[in-house]
């Protein structure tokens, strides 16, 4: 577990623009129930999260269609809702940070940490508008 005062930024950097954060099963049961869109982002403290996942997140909303709904866990502090969220993506394994576009309480696409380390944040954020253009 980290010290609230230390994830309080990277948490921000997502509901600053509109991300709801979930923290317990239920309300990742609750956000996955809703129809249309809904993207779901697992933040986490690594680099990769800071340089990568959440500007490229950021950026992808500049566009057109967008996801109707914007949530996010946080890895290593809501582990229930994490674990939660984490067994909605299966068949993918669980990896932090990692992105994922559900459809009507479906995956439609998924973004794994392996696609977000090393990548720049305009090359992720491409990744989510192409899925936003195909199912929002």
Not at 79 to 94: H, W
Not at 108 to 129: C, D, F, T, W, Y
């Amino acid at each position: 577990m980290y010290p609230a005062e230390l994830i309080k930024p990277m948490r921000e950097e997502l509901t600053n623009i509109g991300f709801d954060e979930l923290h317990s099963s239920e309300d990742v049961s609750n956000a996955l129930a809703k129809s249309g869109t809904t993207l779901v982002v697992v933040n986490s403290v690594c680099g990769c999260a800071a340089a990568n996942a959440r500007p490229g997140v950021s950026y992808s909303l500049q566009n057109e269609n967008t996801p109707e709904h914007l949530v996010t866990v946080f890895a290593g502090v809501d582990s229930e809702a994490t674990n939660s969220a984490r067994n909605m993506m299966i068949p993918f394994p669980p990896s932090s940070p990692s992105i994922a576009l559900f459809k009507d309480g479906e995956l439609v696409h998924m973004v794994e940490r392996h696609h977000i380390e090393g990548r720049p944040a305009e090359m992720i954020s491409e990744n989510l508008k192409a899925a936003y253009n195909d199912h929002c």
